[in-house]
C-alpha cells in the first residue's frame, strides 16, 4: 500500500484517445470527459461526501482518489480529473477558506486593500503545502490502473486574485474590479505572485503523475477585452511557457488546457498562447471558433450543461450538431461548463455514447 503514494511503476495507459486529441495527433473517436464529472449529481458522491467538511475531504488523498474514481465506473469517459478545488493555492498563500453550505466558497477575512497583502507568505513551499493533492494524484494514477489518462488542474491568477478580494462569489465583483482601476501595480504584484506558486503547483502535479494540465481562468469574461490582456493573458502565457519550458528540460511533454469562460475576444491570443487546447463555454460557435483558433490548437468544449435536461434522443441530435461543428479531429468532447447536482447519471451516459457512436459514424464516412 505505502508505494501507491510513490510515483513510480505506474499502469501502463490503455487509453490515450484523449492525450492524442490534444496533441493534434489522429484520433479513432472523439474523447470525452465533463467537468465536474466527480459531483454531486451522483448518489456515491453525496453519501461518501455526506457529514465531512469539504476542505478535509481535499486534504485527504484516500478521499480525492475514490471521488475521482467514481465516475469511470459509471461511463466510459475518456480522460479523468483529480478531485481537488481551485482554492487551494489561496489557502496554501495564508489565506483561510471554507466552504459554507448554501453559500459556497467564502473567505472570512479577504484582501480589502494593498496592505492586506503582507498577510500572504512570502515564499510558498508547494511540496509542503500542498503536498495532500500530489499524494492523491500519485495514488489515484495507481488505482485507476491505466484505464484513461489522468488531468491536474489549478485556478489562473485573475481567477483566484477575483476570489480572494470578493471573498465569495459575486455577480458584479466590483471589489476586485476596482483594484485594477485603483491599483494596477499591485494588481500586477498579486498577479505575478499568484503565478509563481503556480508554475511550481502544476509541476508538482506533473512529477506526481498528472498526465494533463488544465487552467481554468473561470472569471475571465468579467473583463473587457483591453483589462483581458493586461490581467489575464500575459500570466496565462506565462504559466503554460514556464511549465512547458520546465518539462522540456526533463523531456516531458504535457498537453496544457486553457479554459477562459465568457472571453470570446480572446480566442484567437489564447490560441497563441503555448496551450495545446483551448476549451470553450457554450456561448461560443463551434465553427467560429475553429476560424478564430486558425488550426493552431486541439479545441475542447462546449455543450451547453442544460442540454443534459433533454430526453436522450435529443442529446444525441445535440451532440451530432456539435460534433459537425467542430470536426472529429482535434478535438475533445465536454460541457462549456460544470454539471449540475441536479443532474440524471443516466443523460451523462447518454452524452458519453453519443460522442462516441456519432464520432466514429463520421471518421467512417471520411
Known sequence: EKCLHLPKDFPQLKNDTFLRA???????HV???????AGRYLPEFREFRAGKDFFDTCRSPEACCELTLQPLRRFDFDASII????????????????????????FPDPLKDPEDLQR????VDVQKELDYVFKAITLTRHKIEGKVPLIGFTGAPWTLMSYMIEGSGSKTFSKVKSWLYRYPEVSHMLLKRLTDVIVDYLLGQVAAGAQALQVFESHAGILGPVE????????????????????????????????????????EDLSQSYYDVVSLDWTIDPRLAREQTGGKVSLQGNMDPCALYAPKERISEIVKTMLEGFGTQRYIANLGHGMYPDMDPESVA????????HSRQMNKQQ
Open 22 to 28: 490534444a496533441r493534434g495527433e489522429q484520433t479513432q
Open 31 to 37: 474523447p470525452v470527459w465533463c467537468m465536474r464529472q
Open 83 to 106: 478531485f481537488s478545488d481551485i482554492l487551494v493555492v489561496p489557502q496554501a498563500m495564508g489565506m483561510e477558506v471554507q466552504m459554507v453550505p448554501g453559500k459556497g466558497p467564502t
Open 120 to 123: 500572504l507568505k512570502t515564499k
Open 228 to 267: 483581458f490582456k493586461a490581467f489575464c493573458l500575459p500570466y496565462l502565457r506565462d504559466i503554460a511557457r514556464r511549465v512547458k519550458d520546465q518539462l522540456k528540460e526533463t523531456g516531458q511533454d504535457v498537453p496544457m488546457i486553457v479554459f477562459a469562460k465568457d472571453a470570446h475576444y480572446g480566442l
Open 350 to 357: 447518454a452524452f458519453v455514447e453519443a460522442v462516441h457512436k
